[in-house]
């Protein structure tokens, strides 16, 4: 299994540092919005950055990179990967979906899948049993609609939902806890979501983060996976005071509900 460090940035911002499986000393990092705390993570635990991996062009997630291309020990280039369709510091490489970032000396390779709707351009890397997902999928929550349509985000989550229930899930927030808020007053019976609640809330008690998810637990749990879930579908018509016939319409009416819930 891939390992994975995470580095806390911001107040709810999650770093991801991959490691390489033939040397766990060489990581990537995933959407460094700060270089500060993933310098020190590099410093103190003797690791040498050997790529960086970009999802989308908020600041949160490459506020960074140019401190951290200008910060490194070695001589080596770090190639830098990112979206095709948007602008992101350190000139790199552009990735579509059907593309790979490969790291052939590092053994590891991730696919793009292209995921708009917080951003136009927004994607996400897949690869070695994990996702990478951004702000596209939380858990048990999504990103907010900055760029996008609710077609293209429910469309985005679908193909997300769609991998195998084992993959991990790293997204770059610890939204958890009030997404289980929210998607417990859209399906109050969850089960799944109540003792997924009850599980989150101790691991935050104890300051612990709730990421890693996997597909499974957000199949289980996420009203934004659940559109054809008939409790989520006649909770989201009793929001919208009209029938929502396909769930793309289900999608955007629990969207626009969790915009407006405290
Ligand atoms: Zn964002
Ligand atoms: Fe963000």
Same mark, same amino acid.
């Given at each position: ?37 993933? %310098? ?23 506020? %960074? ?198």
């Amino acid at each position: 299994m891939l390992q994975v460090t995470p580095v806390r940035a911001f107040t709810d911002n999650y770093i991801w540092l991959i490691h390489s499986p033939r040397d766990a000393s060489r990581v990537l990092v995933v959407d460094p919005g700060d270089a500060k705390p993933v %310098g020190r993570m590099l410093a103190e635990r003797h690791l040498t950055l050997a790529g960086i991996l970009i999802t989308h062009h908020h600041s949160d997630h490459v506020g %960074g990179v140019a401190e951290l291309l200008r910060n490194r020990d070695s001589s080596a280039a770090i190639p830098v990967y990112g979206p095709a369709n948007e602008t992101i510091p350190g000139d790199p490489t552009r990735l579509r979906e059907g593309d790979h970032a490969r790291f052939a000396e590092l053994g590891l390779e991730f696919a793009v899948l292209d995921v708009p709707g917080h951003t136009a351009g927004h994607i996400a890397y897949v690869g070695h049993g994990a996702v990478f997902c951004g702000d596209t999928l939380f858990s048990a929550g999504c990103g907010r609609l900055f760029e996008g349509t609710a077609e293209q985000m429910h469309s985005s989550l679908s193909k997300l939902a769609a991998l195998p229930a084992e993959t991990l899930v790293y997204c770059a927030h610890e939204y958890t806890l009030s997404n289980l808020k929210f998607g417990l007053a859209v399906a109050p019976g969850n089960q799944a979501a109540a003792s997924y609640f009850e599980k989150c809330q101790q691991l935050r008690a104890r300051d612990q983060a709730t990421i890693p998810s996997d597909i499974r637990q957000e199949r289980n749990v996420n009203p934004f996976l659940r559109c054809d879930d008939e409790t989520v579908k006649q909770a989201a018509e009793a929001y919208a005071g009209r029938r929502l016939p396909s769930q793309p319409e289900v999608f955007a009416a629990i969207r626009q509900w969790k915009d407006g819930f405290r």
